[in-house]
């Protein structure tokens, strides 16, 4: 079973709009990272953040935590046409020291140009 | 190309047939990560190695499934007398134990298993 669910599972936005996804998880983690997935391609990391971190930036990524609800964002902002992928969140679960990742189960961006 | 290598990209198999997938890590990384992914999903995870030791494996890997690291570098996932439940696209992943504090997974393309 996966760990993470995202909201929304799908999301259509004009060109320069931001576009905003959550994550909910269940179990206490040590970080939490977002992935992009083009079609039918591997998985690329965008962001790691620690579960004593609440917010982080990578250029027109903003990446928020909030372990009291369990929960994340992700938002784009001024979104591109490149953007338009699938992007899952994915929490560690540290329960023998294996350090795996459960994912959700992804929000499909599509932005339109 | 300094990245995680997977071979083959494709696999097409009629049912009952062997098939063996390749992943060559990172060449610093200890750890490898083999997960499955069907259509609409996120990847599963499936098994873990740190060098070459199996740590972990998911119920998910069922008899038919078995993976090697035998010398802590490349992983081979194989599986046995597939069905057609088996079609998936199978990804592995590797991380570095320098980088343990993140645990920061780099994935391959993937191996898109096709049974028929």
């Known amino acids: 079973s996966q760990q993470g669910e995202e909201d929304p599972q799908a999301l259509s936005i004009q060109e320069g709009e931001n576009a905003t996804m959550n994550c909910s998880y269940k179990?206490?983690?040590?970080?939490l990272q977002w992935y992009r997935q083009n079609s039918g391609r591997g998985l690329v990391h965008l962001i790691l953040?620690?579960?004593?971190?609440r917010e982080k930036h990578s250029g027109r990524l903003r990446v928020t935590l909030d372990t009291s609800k369990k929960s994340s964002s992700l938002l784009i902002t001024a979104s591109r046409a490149a953007d338009t992928a699938s992007y899952f969140c994915?929490?560690?679960?540290?329960?023998?020291?294996?350090?795996?990742?459960?994912f959700g189960t992804g929000t499909r961006l599509k932005v339109l140009a | 190309d300094t990245g995680v290598s997977q071979n083959p990209r494709h696999k097409i198999t009629k049912r009952g047939q062997n098939v063996t997938f390749r992943c060559d890590p990172i060449s610093e990384h200890n750890r490898l990560y083999w997960y499955r992914q069907t259509l609409g999903q996120g990847p599963e995870f499936l098994t873990y190695?740190?060098?070459?030791?199996?740590?972990?494996k998911s119920r998910l890997l069922s008899d038919r499934f078995s993976a090697e690291r035998p010398k802590g570098s490349f992983s081979t996932l194989e599986i046995q007398r597939t069905e057609q439940g088996d079609s998936a696209m199978y990804l592995c992943?590797?991380?570095?134990?320098?980088?343990?504090?993140?645990?920061?997974?780099?994935f391959g393309p993937g191996t898109r298993l096709t049974v028929l």
């Open positions: 190695f740190q060098n070459e030791a199996q740590l972990e």
């Open positions: 992943a590797s991380s570095s134990k320098t980088r343990q504090a993140n645990n920061e997974q780099f």
């Open positions: 994915a929490t560690d679960w540290d329960t023998s020291g294996t350090y795996k990742y459960i």
């Open positions: 179990t206490s983690i040590n970080n």
């Open positions: 953040i620690r579960s004593n971190e």
